[in-house]
């Protein structure tokens, strides 16, 4: 058994019934986590979702990572295309009760992957020059989306971890935000699902300095007024699943 297999129980629903599709490796994972107040998101997120709350706030979270060895099952990975670079904007969400993540945006450093990503999982994904360098010890990640017309938008950070190691505890912020084994999306009117898994998360905290970050322009500055949590994790093996239509 794949060694991610043998942790299950911190996740919040049973693995998928049906075989997992591809796989991957997520390194130099950054997690920026801010509390917002939950109306600042309602009309990003379609009213079949509710946003989900943790001692009453909403939740958005930006995640620079390098994606590695992609493959998909039974064959070895991705020629040319098996690593690239990728950001994520995500808030926290429930479908019928059953909590998960969804994606306001993914940007990735390479064309097919977006163009083969957008295809497979209808998700928000775009191309977007994106660098990571590590100088000193610290990862220095920056990513910049260029719209034809419109203003470019971007994300540069400064990061790395300052804490041991530690498993977060069940009930724990923590917990609750990096915890999540499915993200939710809506095509027209169908609701579909997209599941994961990896071994329970082990995490350091961060230190972090964002020089610029554009990404979430469309929502009003004041709402990163709260104070971050960051979180460093670093070789992550991840099992996905094809999508599944559940309306």
């Not at 540069?156 to 915890?179: N, R, T």
């Not at 027209?188 to 082990?202: A, E, L, P, Q």
């Amino acid at each position: 058994m794949l060694k991610a297999f043998t942790e299950t129980h911190q996740r919040p629903f049973p693995l998928p019934s049906f075989p997992w599709i591809a796989t991957q490796r997520w390194d130099y994972m950054l997690f920026a986590h801010w509390p917002v107040p939950a109306h600042f998101l309602a009309e990003y997120i379609p009213p079949a979702f509710e946003v989900d709350l943790f001692q009453n706030k909403a939740w958005l979270s930006f995640v620079p990572f390098f994606a590695r060895n992609t493959r998909l099952r039974g064959f070895p990975r991705f020629p040319f295309y098996h690593s690239y670079l990728e950001l994520n904007l995500r808030t926290y969400v429930t479908y019928k009760g059953v909590p998960g993540i969804y994606l306001l945006s993914l940007d990735a450093n390479k064309w097919p992957v977006v163009s083969g990503a957008k295809i497979a999982s209808f998700l928000p994904y775009y191309h977007a020059k994106i660098n990571l360098r590590i100088q000193e010890k610290k990862i220095h990640f920056n990513a910049k989306r260029s719209d034809p017309g419109k203003p470019a938008k971007t994300f540069e950070a400064v990061y790395q971890p300052f804490s041991p190691i530690f498993m977060p505890e069940k009930g724990s912020v923590d917990w609750w935000l990096l915890e999540r084994y499915c993200f939710w999306l809506q095509k027209g009117h169908s609701i579909y699902r997209g599941d994961i898994h990896h071994s329970r998360w082990r995490a350091a905290r961060a230190e972090c300095s964002i020089k610029n970050n554009t990404m979430a322009s469309f929502l009003p500055c004041d709402v990163f007024s709260g104070q971050p949590l960051f979180h460093f994790s670093h070789k992550k093996n991840v099992f996905i699943w094809p999508l599944k239509k559940v309306r």
